[in-house]
């Protein structure tokens, strides 16, 4: 079975571009979570979605940022526009909610680098 | 005060050697406690998960003091595999869903 699929998996772009990174969450898996890693904050929960909605954004750093998922198979994180202090790998992982036994699975991440 | 606060490292042992890792929790209403392991430039994986009454896996021993707000990884043993970052990482209260990471601790091993 695939496991969590994040595209790109690289991302060079100039400060100000728009940056929009995609997640498909392993099938059946009713949370998505999007967290950023950096060497000087560790790993952040940014937002999570429980079938398909919102229930916790507290963790999107600003207005630049914004999160969707359309459909339970797919989820989209937006930086627009790009600073340089957003470079990081930003992962995305989905877990099985009624039977989560703390298990979440992470996507490869998508590196950016903003410049 | 960072919600979960580990020892950043690195650990260099020798193989065969036992390490013991450490992390500070600072919400007492915490429910659940994990170990995620995060080889370089990987995703995280679950190591395994802490009960309250400790726990073991094979060379790996878990173990969680709620009322210092402790939890311990301990490494018997160690493998050059076993080289990696050791995020300790807890759930506040509401379940297994929300999962704070610490900064994680390196570990390399060495022949």
């Known amino acids: 079975d695939a496991g969590v699929i994040q595209s790109p998996r690289h991302e060079v772009t100039e400060m100000g571009q728009e940056v929009t990174l995609r997640c498909k969450p392993i099938s059946g898996h009713d949370y998505l979570f999007w967290y950023r890693q950096t060497m000087m904050r560790g790993l952040e929960l940014l937002i999570y979605?429980?079938?398909?909605?919102?229930?916790?954004d507290s963790g999107m750093p600003e207005d630049r940022f914004s999160a969707k998922m359309p459909n339970a198979s797919f989820s989209t994180l937006k930086i627009q526009p790009s600073e340089p202090r957003d470079s990081a790998v930003y992962f995305c992982?989905?877990?099985?909610?009624?039977?989560?036994?703390?298990?979440?699975?992470f996507g490869e991440g998508s590196r950016l680098t903003v410049l | 005060r960072k919600e979960v606060e580990q020892d950043p490292g690195p650990f260099n042992v020798p193989e065969g050697a036992t390490v013991a890792f450490n992390c500070t929790y600072s919400?007492?209403?915490?429910?659940?406690f994990f170990w995620y392991r995060q080889d370089c430039r990987k995703e995280p994986k679950l190591l395994m998960s802490?009960?309250?009454s400790g726990n073991e896996d094979g060379r790996f021993t878990a173990q969680l003091n709620r009322a210092s707000q402790y939890i311990s990884l301990l490494i018997r043993d160690s493998k050059l595999s076993d080289s990696a970052t050791y995020l300790c990482?807890?759930?506040?209260?509401?379940?297994?869903?929300?999962?704070?990471f610490g900064a994680g601790t390196r570990l390399a091993v060495h022949p």
């Open positions: 992982a989905s877990s099985l909610g009624q039977q989560n036994t703390g298990e979440l699975f």
């Open positions: 979605f429980n079938n398909n909605v919102p229930i916790d």
């Open positions: 802490v009960y309250s």
């Open positions: 990482v807890v759930s506040p209260s509401g379940g297994y869903n929300k999962l704070i």
């Open positions: 919400n007492s209403a915490s429910q659940s």
